[in-house]
């Protein structure tokens, strides 16, 4: 009856590790080889209590029994580590998006994660470490494929926001005049005809009258502007308004007005 005691107290120490998980750990040491020490520590002492307790000494036995419980407690410490290490790494897999951008890895190391949780539960500290190991390269290799397929993404939106403004500068004048700016403010050495001549404006020096006619409150002689004026820029205007501007301003053909020159499409 006495063995039978001790063997379900070696079976009560065994079963401990797989029995008491927490997951209130932070850090701590992790290699295979201080896993298997513990364990055969653990085994060693086990067997010394046994044979103390069969030579009828109780209280090297009991120390003995202390011992072992120790180390298999390291043992299990150093696997509840390791698990609470590769969970802190899966949840970073999530956060990246790697199961959007790399799905296959991903699942791959969801399962290592699974096979891992059975490791531990069945107290097998050296496969959990294989485990890891792997869990880790697969990682590894989810950020890359990550980080590549991101970057390709970027790089797809890229080309099509350059394709979109191509599209939209292709547009007719109908559907761009209306990002034309509609105030101009004034610079340095800026005139009427240096404005008119901006590409944003009319493209046109001759054109300047539009804007002297549009600014009248605050321009008492087209020769004068000032730094800072803000003026406005007429765009809602007909073809004869752009003929008769460009007359006033001694062109020589008014008429004949550059193509390059602002032209509202509707109202040609």
């Keep these: 009856m006495k063995r039978?005691?001790?063997?379900?107290?070696?079976?009560?120490?065994?079963?401990?590790?797989a029995s008491n998980p927490s997951p209130?750990?932070?850090?701590?040491?992790?290699?295979?080889?201080?896993?298997e020490t513990?364990?055969?520590?653990?085994?060693?002492?086990?067997?010394a209590g046994l044979k103390a307790k069969a030579g009828g000494d109780d209280e090297e036995a009991r120390n003995a029994?202390?011992?072992?419980?120790?180390?298999?407690?390291?043992?299990d410490e150093q696997s509840r580590v390791i698990m609470h290490r590769t969970l802190a790494e899966l949840g970073k897999v999530v956060e990246i998006?790697?199961?959007?951008?790399?799905?296959?890895?991903?699942?791959?190391?969801?399962t290592l994660y699974l096979k891992m949780q059975n490791a531990y539960l069945d107290c097998?500290?050296?496969?959990?470490?294989?485990?890891?190991?792997?869990?880790?390269?697969k990682v590894l290799k989810i950020q890359e494929i990550t980080v590549r397929e991101k970057q390709k993404r970027l790089e797809e939106?890229?080309?099509?926001?350059?394709?979109?403004?191509?599209?939209?500068?292709?547009?007719?004048?109908?559907?761009?005049?209306?990002?034309?700016?509609?105030?101009?403010?004034?610079?340095?050495?800026?005139?009427?005809?240096?404005i008119a001549a901006r590409h944003e404006i009319y493209n046109d020096s001759y054109m300047w009258p539009l804007i002297y006619k549009a600014n009248r409150d605050q321009i008492k002689d087209p020769k004068l502007v000032y730094v800072g004026q803000d003026l406005r820029i007429p765009r809602d205007i007909t073809m004869e308004e752009i003929i008769e501007a460009r007359r006033e301003a001694g062109a020589p053909e008014p008429e004949k007005i550059p193509k390059e020159a602002y032209l509202p499409r509707r109202n040609k």
């Design 65 to 75: 029994f202390v011992q072992a419980s120790r180390h298999f407690r390291e043992v």
């Design 97 to 110: 998006s790697g199961f959007a951008y790399a799905p296959k890895e991903s699942f791959e190391a969801l």
């Design 4 to 17: 039978l005691g001790f063997a379900l107290m070696v079976l009560s120490f065994l079963l401990g590790c």
């Design 124 to 137: 097998e500290p050296k496969v959990l470490s294989v485990l890891e190991q792997q869990f880790n390269e």
């Design 157 to 194: 939106l890229g080309k099509e926001i350059a394709q979109r403004r191509e599209e939209i500068q292709k547009q007719s004048q109908t559907d761009i005049f209306e990002v034309y700016p509609t105030i101009y403010v004034v610079k340095k050495s800026d005139t009427l005809p240096s």
């Design 38 to 47: 513990s364990l055969e520590q653990g085994l060693e002492s086990m067997e």
């Design 24 to 35: 209130d750990i932070t850090d701590g040491p992790d290699t295979v080889a201080m896993g």
